[in-house]
């Protein structure tokens, strides 16, 4: 049984280098360099790491903060959060429900969003799958 929990592991999958120091490690990038920070297309955002889902396109908008931004995950058990006090700032980070990769922070500042949460997530975490036409 161990043995095909090594096998299941997502972990143990070969995958870039950014996404293992940002997932795996905690590290963020650098700010209007993710790759879906422009991106418009309807679909469903994946954890890029165990391929659970995370968010709705409909929830996506632009924060302006340099990083894609959500205002809900696409249900309550997609993301779990834990609290961080790293570099002098009280924050809240966001991990996928399923395997624990961060995924980046949530704050309670998107005025004008319904949830009044901003979801500051990095591209690298995430897969979309765009809905078909």
């Given amino acids: 049984m161990a043995e095909q929990n090594k096998v299941n592991d997502p972990w143990k999958k070969p995958m870039p280098e ?3 120091r940002v997932a795996k490690n905690k590290g ?3 700010p209007y360099t993710g790759k879906y920070l422009k991106e418009h297309a309807d679909g469903t955002y994946h ?6 889902p995370i968010f709705d ?24 959060y834990k609290e961080d006090n790293e570099m002098g ?14 995924l980046g922070h949530v704050f309670n500042d998107a005025v ?7 979801y500051c997530i990095n591209s690298v975490c995430l897969d979309l799958e765009k809905e078909r036409a």
């Avoid at 954890?47 to 659970?52: L, T």
């Avoid at 700032?89 to 961060?102: L, S």
């Avoid at 004008?112 to 901003?118: M, V």
């Fill in 18 to 20: 950014e996404l293992l």
């Fill in 28 to 30: 963020t990038e650098a």
């Fill in 47 to 52: 954890c890029a790491v165990c391929g659970n």
């Fill in 57 to 80: 396109s409909k929830t996506k908008f632009d924060s302006g903060t340099g990083w894609p931004s959500f205002y809900q995950p696409i249900n309550p058990d997609a993301v779990k």
């Fill in 89 to 102: 700032m009280q924050r809240t980070e966001v991990t996928c429900g399923k395997c624990g990769a961060h």
């Fill in 112 to 118: 004008g969003q319904p949830t009044g949460k901003r």
